[in-house]
């Protein structure tokens, strides 16, 4: 993987800390809304992460693709990539 390694793997393990709170919340039966805002946390970071990683993609794997073939692969991964989350 071509992303900063160090920014993903933050952004995740903090992902993974709400989560876990969100569980606590949702044993503790606590309002509809604060467990939404929550969740609504975690996933602008996984976005976040997932947008360091095709940052990378893009940066370094289709610009350092060998030939124009391989380049125009990158970008139809990039492309489905994007497709899923639009």
Excluded: F, W
């Amino acid at each position: 993987m071509m992303a900063d390694a160090k920014t993903v793997t933050r952004l995740l393990k903090t992902a993974r800390g709400q989560i876990d709170g969100i569980l606590t919340m949702i044993e503790e039966n606590r309002y509809c809304m604060d467990i939404s805002q929550q969740l609504l946390a975690v996933d602008a970071l996984v976005r976040r992460a997932n947008k360091e990683v095709l940052t990378a993609h893009l940066k370094h794997c289709v610009e350092q693709a060998d030939t124009p073939q391989e380049r125009a692969e990158k970008v139809d991964e990039l492309v489905a990539a994007l497709g899923k989350l639009l």
